[in-house]
């Protein structure tokens, strides 16, 4: 069974940079889309990103999009996002999800099955 752990998180000052990673075990990533997605304190949780399984395809929220830059490696068991001139408001809880699916982006939580546990990422001066 797949399972997904998060880890590159922490502190950094606005306009610093991030790089987070999404292990998988268990299972490949090969027929996998992985999403990123956030969660800030008192708001819903938001999708950030997505890579389809091809790594042909990627999404991005319009709040990201010339900042962070979503990708996975060859051996398919690892996906990142890497993350530049963050933000106060980028501070959040960042958790990664797999949707089982061929060469497809989406950034519907609705669509992901399995999940991560979260890596905390806050922006501070």
């Known amino acids: 069974q797949l399972q997904l752990v998060e880890s590159g998180g922490g502190l950094v000052q606005p306009g610093g940079s991030l790089r987070l990673s999404c292990v998988a075990s268990?299972?490949?990533?090969?027929?996998?889309?992985i999403g990123w997605f956030r969660q800030a304190p008192g708001k819903e949780r938001e999708g950030v990103s997505c890579?389809?399984?091809?790594?042909?395809?990627?999404k991005y929220a319009d709040s990201v999009k010339g900042r962070f830059t979503i990708s996975r490696d060859t051996a398919e068991t690892t996906v990142y996002l890497h993350m530049n001139n963050l933000k106060p408001e980028d501070t959040a809880v960042y958790y990664c999800?797999?949707?089982?699916?061929?060469?497809?982006?989406?950034?519907?939580?609705?669509?992901?099955?399995?999940w991560g546990q979260g890596t905390q990422v806050t922006v501070s001066s």
């Open positions: 999800a797999a949707d089982l699916g061929w060469n497809i982006v989406t950034l519907d939580q609705e669509d992901f099955e399995r």
């Open positions: 268990g299972d490949t990533l090969d027929y996998y889309a």
């Open positions: 890579i389809s399984s091809t790594g042909i395809m990627t």
